[in-house]
């Protein structure tokens, strides 16, 4: 897949979220949008992610800057796993990979190995309320985040590493 780059132009997609509500990415033209790809709804760190972002929802809005997600997960499994969560901001649904795919979110087995072979990743997973053993059969999608300035261009293409790889928080507050 390829990956996209700074400064082109966002790709268009229109989706239904969680809610039933059709979230479509022109809505968001004249705002600053981080568009945060996740791996699956069972994955434990992705749920943190989850929880990090809900958790710093006002600062994001304070800056002017919305937040759209997306599980690469059914809607069922969204639902079940990261949906009982309730964020303030909406939740998509793309099992079928059709919007990751657009935005070259990739599958990493070697981005699961990282993630396994490190004792603090593990421990965290374990530790954070959210582990299950359904995550271990998933495919390994590895996380994706984009900063999409107001004209819908990408100030910031972000290619996690491993399964809690996400552009940082701080960074996401220092856009200006």
């Not at 760190?45 to 958790?55: A, D, K, P, T």
């Not at 929802?57 to 304070?62: I, T």
């Not at 053993?133 to 293409?157: G, N, R, S």
Request: aromatic letters at 12%; a positive charge.
């Amino acid at each position: 897949m390829n990956k996209i780059k700074e400064g082109t132009s966002a790709f268009h997609f229109k989706a239904t979220d969680l809610n039933g509500n059709v979230i479509d990415l022109k809505d968001f033209k004249g705002q600053k949008l981080l568009l945060s790809f996740f791996r699956k709804a069972a994955c434990p760190f992705c749920n943190m992610g989850l929880q990090q972002l809900i958790r710093r929802h006002e600062e994001f809005e304070n800056k002017g800057i919305k937040v759209v997600t997306l599980f690469a997960s059914s809607k069922e499994d969204v639902l079940k796993y990261a949906g009982k969560q309730n964020p303030p901001f909406p939740i998509i649904p793309d099992g079928d990979f059709k919007i990751y795919g657009k935005y070259g979110v990739e599958v990493s087995y070697l981005g699961m190995l990282k993630s396994m072979a490190s004792p603090t990743k593990i421990f965290k997973a374990l530790t954070g309320g959210f582990f299950n053993m359904k995550t271990m059969t998933e495919e390994p999608v590895i996380p994706a985040d984009f900063l999409i300035d107001e004209d819908q261009k990408i100030h910031k293409a972000y290619y996690g590493k491993d399964f809690d790889d996400h552009i940082p928080i701080s960074a996401v507050l220092a856009w200006d």
